[in-house]
């Protein structure tokens, strides 16, 4: 059973930074394409920046690609997406998620498996 576990979210001022951390485990994530996504109050959830597992390579959504950047870890199995120069417009819950996929999608309906989300506040 695939579980995607988030964590590092949290209350911060404009301009700080911040780490999240999506542990994932019940299976090999070889092929893969993890992905970060948010969701503000009332608008749809958005993608945010992706991975691919076992190449590395990266994209990063326009609105994000010059504070934030997506990372992993093998041995941890883990995930990470470090946000430099938060500002109240990133507010929202951040949702790790995995596609079965070789290219980074950017739509949610690719994503097979997601985590239960941890709340990012940027207070200005």
């Known amino acids: 059973q695939v579980q995607l576990v988030e964590s590092g979210g949290g209350l911060v001022q404009a301009g700080d930074s911040l780490r999240l951390s999506c542990a994932a485990s019940g299976r090999t994530f070889n092929g893969y394409v993890m992905g970060w996504f948010r969701q503000a109050p009332g608008k749809e959830r958005e993608f945010v920046a992706g991975?691919?597992?076992?190449?590395?390579?990266?994209y990063h959504a326009d609105s994000v690609k010059t504070r934030f950047t997506i990372s992993r870890d093998f041995a941890k199995n883990t995930v990470y997406l470090q946000m430099n120069s938060l500002k109240p417009e990133d507010t929202a819950v951040y949702y790790c998620?995995?596609?079965?996929?070789?290219?980074?999608?950017?739509?949610?309906?690719?994503?097979?498996?997601w985590g239960q989300g941890t709340q990012v506040i940027v207070s200005s």
């Open positions: 991975i691919r597992w076992s190449g590395g390579s990266t």
């Open positions: 998620a995995a596609s079965n996929t070789i290219n980074i999608h950017t739509t949610r309906d690719r994503y097979d498996y």
